[in-house]
């Protein structure tokens, strides 16, 4: 995981970072600058990386007896056909970045994503795999493949939100909603088009870079071509399953912008809210297993939630930190957390186990993996 | 995965691996026998690296407000039940070790699984993931438990076997099943109760010291209890859950010997095999994708069958090689491997996809996964 933006910044609907909302650092302005630059860096030397990858195989290759070189002609083909894959998701990501540049306003960087990373800069290998993972939630997030698992997850969510405040009764466009962990922002977006204030936190700058431009610059449906599979080499039954091309966005927040209002900010979720009292509803879809000490995560959302206001979760838990070295983590089981939840003030309105749920699953891969969600909906006693 | 042993070995019936069997250099058996007391020492200080990742978990608790350590009393005293189940997790590896010594007839080696690690000795964090591995391919071949994964695997390949080997047309005692990649052996036991000879074949050291155990020293049905899912520490709903206890074996293969012939042989496939038109059956379960190169392993396969000899394969493609530094590896999809199959001269009987099939799958995680695997019978033409 990055280093974490201290600082609230705005990036819709001006599609630019706000340096001067926050009181930075210098140094710490200095470190988010040189961590932005490093994350662009492998973005921009995805092309490079991801042929490496594939030289690694075919070098390989070409140390097997002649005899089995014969009998992989239609594999060495299939490797020519992801290379070409990898070209175009390529040319997606240097529009991705092309954009980036005026998230911080006064950057200088030259982004060029088909050169060789210059003398000294090492892409870290976790660094590509953010990148291929960031693919991976655009397919989640904004394509027509990836509705199945929005549907189990972001559905069920909105319905909560929408009968609990119901627009018969509620000025939607005063109902402030916060979604901390929004990703690629599909599920504020969704929220916006129900009419609410709907604001969206996230961390990670690979999603944030993505998700300013969906947001902010894709004006056409399925405007763009990715395909998010072709860093899989097991369990695929077929080439054409590798090569499987994902268009997005299935719509474009441009071309119809939602009736309510969202907006994006960047930064650590603990460091970031503070204002007691202010939220109307939070809604957390896979997050709260993303802390150190999921505690500190549910006794900010009670704190800045308003009196009688919800909180709707939904995921796993699968602690982040559990096994991350020189990380601390404690990991409470559901039984237990219910329990922290309840001693921390909140009335439980529903609890629910077993919701099926997936997250980036490659549909045709051979290993199929799914979580049995937990499903919470807790209220904030109003005094 | 360990250095490979070369050697030719008998783990069965007389519970010692022969080291005069196999021509090995001098050198070769000195690596042996210092990677055979590098994993030695893994089960052996499983307990002391147990409990020191239940002690960084305490240490970081300590560091959190009162206000939440009062929260999590009930947590607390689940990582002092775990440590109880881990003291008994260790017990039963001090049996398995203790049995271990006299697989090499002139070990030297004091097996004491409470102790500290002597100075400069470090046990390497992946081999003390391989002894928790171990734990759960327990449950998966020799507990009650583990039968519905069993049942989805080894089934089918018995009762094609059992079909094709017709005991009314074959005498079974001389019908030879080779099993590569056997694991804890249960798929071998199974087979040698039908009547059949079978050998299987292992690599790991880990697999090779806990299957001696359970195939030679344990004498009566559910004589050990392990808990396999107590270093599970993400994706539990409830602390019994992962305080499950599994004992173990559900059935005694000491107490209950097979009707038939079955040996373990330690090595690398690749090495071990050289005799070609020997075997009347080869089952391979989760097996083919083990290989640097699977064109290699079906080619060996198809040598040492007979002609008219059968090739069960049932399992995924989960190539182990595909993302591990410094190792080479081609990972051709199902549709090239069938190709490659056809090419190689195999008839293919039998072509089947989406078996579902789930490996040391814990039953109670939210977290699921399953391998919708191909099941594969091939035939060796007569001439």
Redesign the interface.
Known sequence: MEQPSSTKRNCLPSATFDETVGDPVVEDMEEERKNFFKIIAAFKYYRHSSVAELK??E???Q??PAS?QD??H??QE?LRNLKRCIDMNAQVIKQIIQDANCLFQNADHNIEPDQQPSEGLKIRYQDFQKVQITLKQIFRDWSEHGKLERDQCYKPIIEEITTFFDPTKYDLSKVKILVPGAGLGRLIYELACQGFYCEGNEFSLFMLIASNFVLNRCVIENQCTIYPWVHQ???????K??LLPVSFPDVSPTKYPPKGTMNMVAGDFLQVYRDENYWDCIATCFFI?CA??I??FIEVIKNILKPGGIWVNLG????HF?DVPHE?????????LI??IR??GFIILKNE?DVMTSYSQNPNS?????????YLVCQKPLN
Chains 1, 2 share one sequence.
């Open positions: 690694r195989k070098c390989f290759l140390t097997l089995h009998m992989l239609s594999y299939h080499f097991v369990n695929n039954l077929s080439k399953h590798q297993d150190n000490n505690i500190e796993p838990l699968l602690y559990s601390g983590s404690i990991e409470p089981t559901y039984e237990d329990e922290i001693s921390l186990t051979m290993h199929q993996s799914h979580y049995n969600s937990i």
